[in-house]
Nanobody
Framework: QVQLVESGGGLVQPGGSLRLSCAASGSIISVYTMGWYRQAPGKQRELVATITRSGNTNYADSVKGRFAISRMNVKTTALQMNSLKPEDTAVYYC?????????????WGQGTQVTVSS
């Protein structure tokens, strides 16, 4: 069984910063691409940022220059969010492509709420 556990969400004022973290655990041989997605009320889930095992990154246009994704080790990733805007308010989900003993599958975390409001 594979689990992704996120932490670091909360309430922040516009212009502020937050750092989200995600750790994968379980019967893992390796973790390939990890990423962050978000879903605001009434909207579809959207890509925020991804990072490969080799460190290649990809960002949504709306967060470029403000957010930075990093990989601390094979099983953990973080999202540093700066200059936050009210439109960044959403539930943020960690995603990972995980290789286990039987297959490679896509896993999701439970989500962490980020609220940007004065």
């Amino acid at each position: 069984q594979v689990q992704l556990v996120e932490s670091g969400g909360g309430l922040v004022q516009p212009g502020g910063s937050l750092r989200l973290s995600c750790a994968a655990s379980g019967s893992i041989i390796s973790v390939y691409t990890m990423g962050w997605y978000r879903q605001a009320p009434g909207k579809q889930r959207e890509l925020v940022a991804t990072i490969t095992r080799s460190g290649n990154t990809n960002y949504a246009d709306s967060v470029k220059g403000r957010f930075a994704i990093s990989r601390m080790n094979v099983k953990t990733t973080a999202l540093q969010m700066n200059s936050l805007k009210p439109e960044d308010t959403a539930v943020y989900y960690c995603n990972a492509q995980v290789l286990t003993t039987t297959t490679t599958s896509n896993y999701w975390g439970q989500g962490t709420q980020v609220t940007v409001s004065s």
